[in-house]
């Protein structure tokens, strides 16, 4: 079938089609049938001779209908055709050129086979596959199995006291573990298959496609071949067959028409006579009614036209209509929006912007709409479809679960495996070892079974077993008596004291010592412990568990008896001692599979009177019956009530046995009503007698004797003397019925009663002994009236005005003979009251019925007085009384009618109902009061109620405050009642029904509601109420009339939102009227609002309940005021009831208050009201407000009320206070008026006219209402805190705080919490999952993590399944400010390079000599200073470090690297520098990240280390650096021992390149006077922890003498005194002293004149000079075999020019002039400078010379040239 099916079809049309199918094939299979070609369509019709019918043909066209229409149910249904399937296998079939052929080359052939032979190997792999996946499920059940007994015997040995044999579960172990080894095995070789055939399986797939494409073209081929021949022949059949069938018809035609010609033309003449003339008789009628059919056309198109007409003219007149009023209000639309364009333009707006943002805002929100009904349309799809699957899911699971039940259990009980298992059990059991092998190795030389087992055959009992049997078995038994001698258990005194002396056994013979060690020939059994008792229990518990067992057919366990007998009870009743009984039984197995049964032992005491006749069947099949033959012989006479018992496989099956004796089993009729035999009589007139019979069955099979007594003490007035009874004594046979009659002759009218003593015996013995004695108690009268009524009173009830009610009066007679009768009152009332008859006659012992007709009318009772009863206090009660005699009785028969008379109106109030004008979509609401003025209740019912009035009751709430509230305030809430479609007004009741309207259009609505009422049994009666309104459209469209907020505890917010829309085509001014928030805690945003046309607004509604809300109603008024507003005087609490009038002033205060706020509450148009729900949440209790009392019970439940408020009954549990048994739920409801305003309109409607009725007001600014339901519920979750206050965060710094939700209802289960997420700006976030929360209270994690500078606030809400919490989320992210300083200490010595006020800062920490076990150090500190009142979170980083330590600690360590420093507060941090190797700097820069800070602070290290103490270093100043300043080398050069920088150290051994320079280089740039070095001393060794004393470190710098070293000083410390050589010591671990060498050039200048002319051009040129300076750094702790003293050599260099006046060491050597005899004679000169210098200084030459003479100027080429020799040549180029 195609994957895209149609319309889905029926299961019966698929059958059909399916079955056409089937016939058209098999009759397209018939011979000489053919198929219909185009060829056959496209010839021409036949003549009418030639249209012959030809059943061939005929057959062929049905054939080929059925095949079209065949085709188009496949196509219907989703199948392709066979047409066109063939058509498309034809086409790919065909060849290069069109052409059908089965030809293939010798390639293609090799490739058709090679394609079979793979598809035949994946075949084989796929049954490879399968067969293995068997096999793994096999060993996986096997395993299974195998588990659950190796399970059970560890649960068996497991259990105390319990003896499980190791070897078997050591051999189930094995057992398990081979399984596992068989699982592994096949689960492996099921791997490799399923691998080999996903390997095989996409190209078997292709070749299996290829091959059937292959095939399926052959085929198709051939099915063309076939068809094309089958076509050509049927073709030819066809035609010769026609054609021979064409002229046989032709010839019969021919003669028949020859033959027929002459009759059939003159019975054709006659005919066509009459066929004439009747067709001119029907054209003429025809004729006729043509013109009046075309009368009628004429007149119908008329009427049509005219219809037309009046349409048209209506539709012109509406279309003008509609036409003037769209201009209207175009033009009206126009001019607003003329004038709202002038406004904006007033205003500075844009009116284009303005317009364009409101389509903007109009199509966003079109879009937001659409977008969530997507949404959730894919969700329900999402969860429809979850469902589909989790069903499919659920029942693929349970069928799996029943296959592998029913495999498990198939492998369980069938195969040899079950059988090899229980004979090697039973093997087990019977061997002394538990062994099913004795030699498994085969190596034992002789296996004597007497010595492996012992087992006793019926031989050792009769006899005649072997003498060595009988000799081991008293060899058994003579040690065990032995030890039971010697063994005396532990027991109390009580046992030693019962326990029997016993002899030493006799060593021969087997019963010797124990017939004389107890007389019933048993050993002593010591009475058992209470353990020894469990253990015994628990034994035979084993023994029963191991004789049953359960058994399982098929997956399915059988439940119940196996075995059933019939009879299902056997008897032998009424037997008779000495006598014997047989019973056949039929026992059926009817259990699952084959079964077997034996039977077990019948109770001691009864197993001697019977014999079972029984052959063991062995295993039965199911359904087979079997037969057990009981005979009985009873010995005493006594009932037995046993059990018949089997033992079956599946348990143990007991059949009720019953034997009872002949017995004595008496009934006695009539009883009253406690059992007792009784003979009534009845009433016996005087002189008359009357007879009773006492029946009396024995269902017994043995008779008794009876005889009756009387009993003189309960004789009453001789009544036993007018009782006769014969005989007094006799038999009451087996099995039969004995009537015993008592005749009553009174002497005397009265009521008697007496009793007899029935005394009954049998005389039998035993059980079927029978003795009793009865009181038979005797009742009867005697009256004297033969005549007399059957009540005293006839209650008529409550009989209704107008209507008529009957009753009979029914009188007895008590004589034989007939009596007449006469009614003399009451007389008839005409229309009113008619008895029927009057006059009767009276059969003897009969009855006669006097028809009573009752239909009083208005007034009854006023007409006739004499009827009122006037012993009644009810209103309309009646008494008629009635008299009736009889002819020969003189005192008169009297009875009397009674009742009571009343009316079933029923009035309304109002009358009729006007709803006024209600907006469509609306609803007005009027209270109807419908009042019963009938005693009687009666049933009414609101039928056929219009679409747009409902019904419904008023609150009980608000029934019950307008009873105690007669106030002139209404209530604006009447929703909530009950449906009031149907109801029942009691007798006299007032009921209030509101009456709602909700118009549907903008029409007028009168109509009639029909109220029916029901009366009693009486007909249905209908009255009719007039309602009149009128429907407007509206100005204001609300997205929700009515919102019903969700349920919240105190604390927690509600938040809905309601949509206003201005249908109208003014704006307008909206204006909610909200309650105060004390009594309704609601909140609306916005109040007011202008809705322009067609302008929505949202309006968002909170409900925020505190606890005060909830406790409104128990809060007492502190100053009650009365009716006036005057406070009422103060209570006076003197006296000794001081305490009571205090009580009942709060309990006032308390009522009034309550009324005072519910009054409050409906001037608001509100309603509240409280529930109380059950203690304990089992209890289900209506939850309904009660009902209000009765009006009679008004004045009792009013000071229970004010008990229970002053008692605080009315407080709340701790979800809303008070006592903490009981727990309320606080609901109101509001309806929120909503006022319209025109823009244009003032801002009060009063402030137009003063004068102006509220009704014209109302209308001109009509209000709308809006309605709201809130609910407060206990509190289920608590949040501690209730508030998270974050506080002050750095801005990117974040902070955790902990919120623990309590569970105050866990008795009620767990709480499931839901989180709703939290908006993504607001900076918070839920770090742990919520969870059930139960007893225990549960923390959820709160982070903030403020991302700017600025206030965060937002509201976490926690959702359980009947409650919410609403946690508020506030904090505050700050920017504190960050300034590191130096600690006290190290102010002092870092204050060089510490800059006042800087942010970054600079920690020198000194020099330190090389260990190289790196254990010395130094230490310095810092402040991170806190300059803002936020706290800090600081963390340390080091960005780059000029040398790292790449197999230990870093050089520079900071502890601690990260911390928090306190608002306006410091914390210190120390710097530890340990140097790994020596080096002449270590320098570390360290980020010091405080997040969100305007610029970075950072922190730069330095350190020193040195093989020596005393060290020189180039000078530098110790401030901030960066990266480039820092970059060294590559670090592979010399950070390690090893490589390019790696030194052999005297010993050997490679060490780190020395970090002292031996030489120094001091270049003086141009400007610069002065240069420095940095000398000092180390810390001595072993700093800080054990320092080493060594000499004293002293430094030597001179100058040594040359050219030069006149221009030279030095000085140390800096700013001493200048001179050649400076001395001095140095401090350890201090600063470094700094050794100044500073250059004093000479004051005169040179000249740069020659002759003539002035070289000015030349300033600036000058050379460097040098100067060599000795230093000599001795002392200190010197490494060992290293020397003493450092030399170190300092050069000096200083660059001497013109341009500073120094001394110039070039000159000029030569000037060669050229051209002229004047240097500057012509107009180019070309002069060459010669340059000599001493030395190989470098400079300069990048000047133009200015102007030489005022006429003339020069030029020096080349202008920038490098003086590296001792002479150059500069060209010097002159021009005038």
């Not at 979170?1433 to 960005?1439: D, Q």
């Amino acid at each position: 079938m195609e994957a895209s099916l149609g319309a889905p079809v029926e299961k019966d049309a698929f059958l059909e089609i399916l079955s056409k199918r089937e016939r058209t094939v098999a009759a397209s299979s018939l011979p000489g049938e053919e198929e219909r070609h185009p060829e056959v369509e496209g010839q021409t019709e036949r003549s009418e001779e030639e249209r012959a019918p030809d059943d061939d043909e005929e057959k062929e066209e049905e054939c080929e209908e059925e095949k079209t229409g065949e085709e188009l149910e496949d196509q219907r249904i989703g199948f392709a055709s066979p047409s066109s399937a063939r058509q498309a296998d034809l086409r790919a079939a065909l060849k290069p050129g069109g052409i059908l052929s089965t030809y293939r080359s010798g390639d293609e052939l090799q490739a058709s086979l090679s394609n079979q032979r793979q598809v035949k190997a994946m075949e084989k792999v796929q049954h490879d596959y399968a067969s293995k996946v068997s096999l793994a499920e096999d060993a996986k059940s096997v395993l299974h199995h195998e588990e659950e007994k190796l399970r059970a015997l560890k649960k068996e040995a497991a259990r105390p006291g319990a003896s499980v044999d190791l070897s078997r579960l050591t051999y189930q172990e094995g057992e398990v573990g081979k399984a596992w080894s068989r699982l592994t095995s096949a689960e492996k070789q099921r791997d490799l298959a399923e691998l080999a055939l996903h390997k095989s399986v996409d190209a078997g797939n292709r070749v299996g496609q290829q091959a059937m494409r292959e095939s399926v073209a052959a085929a198709a081929i051939a099915g063309e071949r076939q068809r094309s021949e089958v076509s050509r022949a049927k073709r030819a059949i066809s035609k010769e067959r026609a054609e021979q069938t064409a002229a046989i018809e032709r010839a019969r035609r021919e003669e028949a028409e020859r033959l027929n010609k002459t009759n059939d033309a003159r019975k054709h003449q006659t005919q066509g006579v009459l066929r004439l003339k009747a067709t001119q008789a029907e054209h003429a009628q025809v004729l006729e009614e043509a013109d009046k059919v075309r009368e009628s056309h004429f007149q119908h198109d008329a009427q049509r036209l005219l219809t037309l007409k009046g349409s048209i003219d209506k539709v012109n007149r509406q279309v003008r209509t509609a036409h003037e009023a769209r201009q209207k209000k175009q033009a009206n639309l126009k001019m607003e929006q003329s004038k709202r364009f002038n406004e904006l333009l007033e205003a500075g707006l844009n009116p284009h912007e303005v317009y364009r943002r409101e389509e903007m805002q109009a199509d966003k929100e079109h879009q937001r709409q659409e977008l969530a009904a997507k949404q959730q349309l894919r969700s329900e799809k999402l969860l429809e479809q979850m469902m589909e699957e989790d069903k499919r899911y659920k029942k693929t699971q349970e069928e799996e679960k029943v296959k592998r039940r029913h495999a498990e259990s198939f492998q369980a009980q069938k195969g040899n495996k079950v059988e090899e298992k229980r004979v090697a059990a039973y093997i087990r059991k019977m061997t002394i070892g538990s062994v099913d092998v004795l030699d498994p190795t085969g190596t034992a030389i002789r296996i004597d079974p007497s010595r492996v087992t012992m087992q006793r055959t019926s031989a050792f009992g009769l006899g005649r077993a072997r003498p060595q049997e009988i000799e081991n078995a008293e060899r058994d038994l003579a040690a065990a008596k032995s030890r039971a001698a010697k063994w005396r258990p532990p027991r109390g005194k009580d046992d030693a004291e019962s326990l029997p002396d016993f002899d030493p056994p006799e060593s021969d013979g087997l019963g010797g010592g124990a017939s004389e060690a107890s007389p019933d020939g048993k050993l002593w059994v010591p009475s058992l412990t209470k353990l020894e008792e469990q253990y015994l229990a628990a034994a035979r518990e084993r023994q029963k568990a191991n004789m049953t067992s359960v058994q399982r057919c098929w997956g399915r366990e059988f439940k119940g008896d196996a075995f059933l007998a019939k009879p299902s009870v056997i008897a032998f009743s009424d037997f008779e001692v000495g006598k014997k009984y047989r019973q056949v039984v039929e026992v059926t197995n009817v259990s699952l599979t084959f079964n077997q049964f034996k039977l077990l032992p019948l109770e001691d005491r009864v197993k001697e009177f019977f014999d079972v006749e029984f052959v063991p069947p062995g295993r039965v099949s199911a359904g087979v019956t079997r037969y057990i033959t009981i005979w009985f012989s009873p010995r005493l006479s006594s009932d037995i009530e046993t059990t018949f018992p089997i033992l079956a496989k599946t348990g143990r099956i007991d059949f009720p046995l019953r034997c009872t004796t002949k017995k004595t089993v008496l009934t006695i009729t009539p009883q009253d009503q406690q059992a007792t035999p009784e003979i009534d009589f009845g009433q016996v007139l005087l002189h008359e007698s009357s007879s009773r019979t006492l029946y009396v069955k024995n269902s017994g099979a043995l008779s008794a004797r009876y005889t009756v007594h009387s009993n003189e003490e309960t004789d009453d007035a001789g009544f036993l003397s007018c009782v006769d009874w014969e005989p007094s004594s006799g038999d009451f046979s087996a099995h039969a019925t004995t009537e015993k009659t008592f005749t009553f002759k009174p002497k005397a009218t009265g009521s008697f009663s007496a009793t007899l003593r029935l005394s009954i015996s049998n005389s039998a013995s035993g059980d079927a002994l029978f003795e009793e004695e009865q009181q038979l108690v005797l009742r009867g009268s005697c009256l004297d009236l033969p005549i007399f009524v059957e009540k005293p009173e006839y209650d008529f009830r409550s009989c209704i005005y107008g209507h008529i009610f009957r009753e009979s009066i029914v009188l007895h007679n008590r004589q034989l003979v007939p009596m007449r009768i006469q009614v003399q009152k009451p007389a008839p009332i005409e229309g009113e009251l008619q008895l029927t008859p009057t006059l009767a006659f009276m059969q003897g012992h009969g009855e006669q019925a006097i028809q009573i007709k009752f239909s009083p009318k208005e007034g009854f009772l006023d007409r006739y007085p004499d009827y009122r009863d006037s012993q009644s206090s009810e209103p309309g009660a009646f008494r008629i009384p009635v008299r009736i005699v009889g002819a020969d009785q003189v005192m008169p028969i009297r009875t009397v009618l009674v009742g009571r008379m009343t009316t079933n109106s029923v009035s309304f109030e109002p009358l009729s109902l006007l709803f006024g004008r209600c907006f469509v979509g609306s609803s007005v609401s009027i209270r109807l009061a419908i009042i019963n003025e009938s005693t009687l209740p009666q049933q009414f019912a609101f039928s056929r109620l219009p679409s747009f009035l409902s019904v419904a009751d008023i609150p009980s709430d608000v029934a019950e405050e307008d009873q105690t509230d007669k106030s002139r305030f209404g209530t604006a809430v009447l929703d909530g009642g009950a449906g009031a479609v149907l109801g029942c007004l009691l007798p006299q009741e007032r009921r209030e029904v509101c009456v709602t309207y909700t118009p549907d259009s903008s029409i007028e609505m009168r109509c009639k509601i029909p109220l029916r009422l029901i009366t009693g049994s009486l007909c249905v009666r209908e009255n009719l109420i007039e309602c009149r309104g009128q429907g407007c459209p509206p100005l204001i469209t609300l997205s929700h009339t009515q919102l019903d907020l969700a349920s919240v505890p105190c604390g927690a917010v509600s938040r809905e939102s309601v949509v206003l829309t201005n249908v109208a085509a003014v704006p307008y001014a909206i204006n909610v009227l909200v309650p105060p928030f004390e009594i309704s805690a609601l909140k609306i945003n916005p109040v007011c609002c202008v809705l322009a046309p067609k302008e929505s607004r949202r309006i968002q509604i909170d409900f925020l309940p505190a606890r005060e809300y909830v406790e409104l109603l128990r809060q007492p008024l502190t100053q009650a005021p009365d009716a006036e507003g005057k406070a009422s005087p103060a209570i006076d609490a003197a006296g000794d009831d001081a305490a009571e009038t205090a009580a009942a002033a709060a309990a006032a205060a308390l009522l009034e208050g309550r009324r005072r706020r519910l009054l409050e509450l409906r001037e608001h148009g509100g309603r509240r009201w409280e529930r109380l729900l059950p203690a304990d949440p089992r209890v289900e209790e209506s939850r309904e407000t009660p009902q209000p009392p009765e009006a009679g019970e008004e004045a009792e439940e009013a000071p229970k009320a004010e008990e229970a408020l002053a008692d605080g009954a009315f407080a709340a549990s701790d979800g809303g206070g008070g006592k903490g048994d009981k727990e309320w739920t606080v609901h109101s409801a509001w309806k929120l008026a909503i006022s319209m305003r025109p823009q244009g309109a003032g801002s009060s409607p009063v402030s137009h006219k003063a004068t102006e009725p509220e009704s014209l007001l109302s209308r001109r600014y009509p209000t709308t209402y809006l309605g709201l339901r809130t609910c407060v519920v206990p509190t289920v979750l608590r949040a501690d805190p209730s508030a998270l206050d974050f506080g002050e965060v750095t801005a990117q710094e974040r902070r955790i705080l902990a919120l623990t939700i309590h569970n105050l209802a866990a008795s009620e289960g767990g709480q499931q919490l839901r989180l709703e997420a939290l908006p993504e700006n607001a900076c918070f976030k839920v770090l742990n999952a919520p969870r059930d929360v139960g007893t225990k209270p549960f923390q959820l994690m709160i982070e903030f993590n403020p991302e700017l500078v600025q206030i965060y606030q937002t509201e976490l809400r926690i959702f359980s399944q009947n409650s919410r919490v609403l946690v508020p989320l506030n904090g505050k992210g700050v920017r504190p400010v960050l300034q590191i300083e130096p600690d006290a200490g190290e102010r002092q010595l870092a204050a060089a390079f510490w800059p006042e006020g800087a942010k970054d800062g600079v920690l020198h920490l000194g020099a330190l000599v090389y260990n190289k076990a790196c254990k010395d150090h130094l230490k310095a500190k810092f402040k991170v200073m806190n300059k803002s009142p936020y706290e800090l979170t600081y963390r340390l980083r080091t960005v780059f470090s000029a040398e790292q330590n790449h197999v230990g600690v870093q050089p520079f360590t900071l502890s601690p690297a990260t911390g928090v420093v306190e608002a306006n507060g410091h914390r210190e941090v120390t710097v530890t520098f340990r140097p790994h190797r020596p080096l002449a700097v270590f320098r570390e820069k360290v980020f010091v990240e405080v997040p969100n800070q305007p610029a970075p602070t950072y922190l730069h290290l330095y350190g020193h280390c040195f093989s020596h103490q005393a060290y020189a270093i180039q000078g530098f100043d110790f401030g901030p650096f960066s990266l480039k300043e820092a970059d060294r080398p590559s670090v592979f050069v010399d950070a390690l021992a090893v490589g390019v920088g790696a030194h052999t150290s005297p010993a050997g051994e490679l060490s780190y390149p020395k970090a002292l320079s031996s030489t120094f280089s001091l270049v003086f740039e141009r400007g610069e006077r002065s240069k420095f070095l940095l000398a000092g001393a180390c810390a001595p060794p072993g700093t800080p922890s054990a320092p080493q004393n060594a000499a004293a470190a002293t430094f030597d710098f001179q100058i040594l003498p040359s050219e030069f070293s006149g221009l030279f000083t030095v000085e140390a410390p800096e700013g001493g005194k200048p001179d050649k050589q400076v001395k001095g010591p140095l401090t350890p671990a201090k600063h470094a002293t700094r050794v100044v060498f500073r250059y004093n050039p000479p004051a005169e200048s040179g000249s740069l004149t020659i002759g003539d002319v002035t070289l000015d051009q030349l300033t600036g040129i000058g050379q460097w000079i040098t100067c060599k300076v000795k230093a000599v750094l001795a002392g200190g702790f010197v490494p060992p075999e290293g020397p003493n003293t450092q030399e170190i050599s300092v050069e000096l260099k200083a660059s001497c020019s013109s341009a500073d006046g120094s001394h110039h060491k070039f000159y000029l050597a030569h000037i060669c002039t050229c051209r002229g005899q004047d240097m500057f004679g012509c107009p180019a000169v070309f002069s060459s400078l010669f340059l000599r210098m001493s030395s190989g200084a470098v400079s300069n030459v990048s000047r133009t010379v200015p102007a030489l003479t005022p006429v003339h100027s020069a030029t020096i080429s080349p202008m920038r040239t490098s003086l590296a020799g001792d002479q150059t040549v500069l060209q010097v180029t002159g021009q005038s």
